[in-house]
């Protein structure tokens, strides 16, 4: 006999403790969630140049996906090497070291030279309070076990962007298709949108790094600081973290300065670093006030203003991971708000200026008018259709619309996996076929 169908009443209970259950998990798991996120942002970064490598080395997305992390690792693991074997490292830290004893000195030299009093011995006090602190045992064990964690969930983000690199589109299609079938259409043309909405804050966020970088390279080479073609280079790939990146940036520019001093410059070195640290900070004062509303705010169509305070309010309340993606998000938060009033009103979200996107077509990405233009022209019913004069689209077409504009892009490697499958099963069924005649 057939199992009953469950009423309405056991659903309710059965999806409440279903709710109930996943709110309880998902606050158990809570700490993954940063990781997770920094791994997500890390593969999103990752996958255009993953795409490249399997469209133009024509391989699988498996292999293609550790040559570029491997070699992401790589490159940031050569270049730190590259920093720490330069000759001029060692003097620099040694130099940095021999100058905390004459903090002091520094002091009165910096006051006389440009009237500033940087009160530095009150510094020096602290840092030696603080090195006192570390230096007991109970501390020393603290900071032993938050270095471990700190290096396991680095780990953890590390594996995670690994596998969100491989299996990218397989996970997009999972995802999707554990919605109802008829909701389908609609989540393959939301995420077309919102894919768009966060490749332009990519382009605008490397464009703003390469003005940070440029801005901080012209104006330490204009006072004359040793390798300022390459501290500019340093300080537009640190840009990218909010606060620390540009706060590491200029204590590197400032160390240089204070070690090796000016070209031409006729002032003391401790005066040249306070002159790097000046020109450093009004880059970053330009760049927060000018550069990033205006690139990030006309990358993904929202107003200056908008993004100068969801920038900083983030900052302050929750850090530096939300501040990097709290303009993709409230973009994508646009995008859905949109789509979800179209509904709540009975409007066809995809009907031409009913869901405006808030960004313009890019290359290869299809926006909700192009998926909609791919479908087939929408065949007259009879009954209530006609009599409204509206049209029938079959749901199966919709979806297989909706999915090969998406897919597209970046599922290329999971149909070469499919096709390099079809094959090998092709050639053993032949092969069969001969050997039985």
Not at 169 to 184: C, D, E, K, V
Not at 351 to 362: F, K, Q, S, T
């Amino acid at each position: 006999m057939a199992a009953r169908d469950w009423n309405r009443i056991t659903r309710i209970v059965v999806l409440v403790i279903l709710a109930i259950a996943g709110a309880w998990f998902l606050w158990v798991i809570r700490p993954m969630f940063r990781p997770l996120v920094i791994a997500g942002f890390l593969a999103y970064l990752l996958n255009p140049l993953v795409d490249i490598v399997v469209e133009k080395g024509r391989i699988r997305r498996g292999p293609a996906a550790s040559i570029v992390f491997f070699g992401a690792v790589g490159l940031i693991i050569g270049i730190a090497l590259a920093i720490i074997a330069r000759p001029g490292f060692n003097e620099v830290v040694a130099g940095l070291v021999g100058s905390m004893g004459e903090l002091d000195t520094i002091d009165r030299q910096v006051e006389a030279a440009l009237g500033i009093d940087l009160q530095l011995e009150a510094l020096s006090a602290q840092l030696q309070e603080r090195v006192e602190r570390w230096l007991n045992v109970n501390n020393l064990l603290l900071t032993a076990q938050s270095l471990t964690a700190n290096a396991a969930w680095t780990l953890v983000s590390l594996v995670a962007t690994f596998y969100f690199l491989k299996d990218w589109a397989r996970l997009r299609t999972w995802g999707i298709g554990l919605a109802p079938s008829n909701a389908q259409p609609d989540l393959n043309r939301l995420y077309a949108q919102i894919r768009q909405v966060w490749q332009r804050f990519l382009r605008g966020q490397l464009l703003l790094m390469l003005f940070v970088g440029l801005l901080s390279g012209i104006g330490a080479f204009a006072v004359g600081l040793p390798g300022a073609l390459v501290l500019g280079l340093i300080a537009g790939v640190l840009d990218i973290i909010p606060t620390l990146g540009p706060w590491v940036a200029m204590v590197i520019a400032a160390a240089v300065a204070w070690v090796a001093g000016s070209n031409f410059l006729p002032v003391s070195n401790a005066a040249f670093a306070v002159i790097i640290l000046g020109i450093f900070f009004a880059v970053q004062l330009v760049e927060n006030l000018w550069l990033r509303p205006r690139i990030l705010g006309y990358s993904v169509r929202m107003h200056p203003g908008v993004v100068f305070v969801a920038f900083f309010t983030a900052l302050t309340l929750s850090g530096v991971l939300l501040a990097i993606m709290i303009v993709p998000l409230l973009a994508t938060a646009i995008v859905i708000g949109r789509y979800l009033r179209c509904r709540i009103l009975g409007i066809d979200p995809w009907r031409e200026g009913a869901l405006p996107h808030p960004v313009g077509p890019l290359p290869g990405i299809p926006t909700a008018q192009a998926v909609v233009a791919t479908e087939p022209p929408a065949t007259a019913v009879t009954g209530e259709g006609a009599s409204t004069g509206g049209s029938a689209v079959d749901p199966t077409t919709d979806l297989k619309a909706g999915e090969k504009n998406v897919a597209k892009n970046d599922g290329k490697a999971e149909g070469r996996d499919d096709r390099d499958g079809r094959e090998g099963r092709d050639g053993r069924t032949e092969g069969l076929a001969a050997s039985g005649s």
